[in-house]
């Protein structure tokens, strides 16, 4: 299994700003996930960013708007830049151990106004 | 492309009844299948899943799955529910026959246990 600490837990923001999630695993891991809910909607899987590379975004999802970085095998922070209120969503950091299901933080609940 | 289909967007259901909450799936290759719940205000939590093996798999606070492979479904099952239970439910599938290992999400469902 897998610890996550995912900060902060909520924050509310002006638009125009940028918030950065920060995403801690209690273990060593390849992959890890980032996933957008927005409100009354399932998860929406932002990118998958790998230790060493390039994140990889998924249709819809652009590297200039949710900037990752995954300095090390524990760690990683999503960006929401130049938010506007239809950014407020829950983030939600995820991730996959061995062949095993994924593991999710508690995630961030994004308010901005 | 892989995809998940939760037909219900809630189920009401009374305490000490059992509950049923569905799920079909669509992958190319082979499914790796999974239940997950959302509490208010709380990140995902793992309830079971099925790799391979037995098609009836158990998991966390009584709840069980079958996987149906010719009818593509993965329902979630308990046979006595609690109003604990109440809560938001996501079935997720993963193709493992495919490079990537990103999971899909169903729509998700509303569980809502009466006294």
């Known amino acids: 299994s897998a610890v996550i600490s995912q900060k902060p837990s909520r924050d509310i923001c002006q638009r125009g700003t940028s918030l950065t999630i920060q995403c801690q695993v209690d273990s060593q891991v390849t992959m890890m996930f980032w996933y957008r809910q927005q409100p009354g909607q399932s998860l929406t899987l932002i990118a998958t960013a790998n230790q060493g590379s390039e994140a990889t975004y998924e249709s819809g999802f652009v590297i200039d708007k949710f900037p990752i970085s995954r300095p090390n095998l524990t760690f990683s922070t999503l960006t929401v830049s130049n938010m506007s209120p239809e950014d407020s969503s829950i983030y939600l950091c995820?991730?996959?151990?061995?062949?095993?299901?994924?593991?999710f933080g508690q995630g961030t609940r994004l308010t901005v106004v | 492309a892989q995809s998940v289909a939760q037909p219900e967007d809630q189920v009401n259901v009374a305490e000490g009844n059992p509950l049923t909450v569905k799920c079909t799936y669509s992958?190319?290759?082979?499914?790796?299948l999974f239940w997950y719940v959302q509490y208010p205000n709380r990140g995902l939590q793992f309830l079971l899943k099925?790799?391979?093996?037995?098609?009836l798999v158990k998991g966390s606070y009584g709840f069980e799955a079958e996987f149906n492979k010719s009818q593509t479904s993965f329902h979630l099952k308990k046979p006595s529910a609690l109003v604990s239970d109440s809560a938001l439910y996501f079935c997720?599938?993963?193709?493992?026959?495919?490079?990537?290992?990103?999971?899909?999400f169903g729509t998700g469902t509303r569980l809502q246990v009466t006294l």
């Open positions: 099925y790799i391979t093996g037995d098609n």
């Open positions: 995820s991730v996959k151990v061995a062949n095993t299901e994924a593991f």
């Open positions: 997720a599938v993963r193709d493992e026959s495919g490079t990537a290992s990103k999971l899909t």
């Open positions: 992958v190319s290759g082979n499914p790796y």
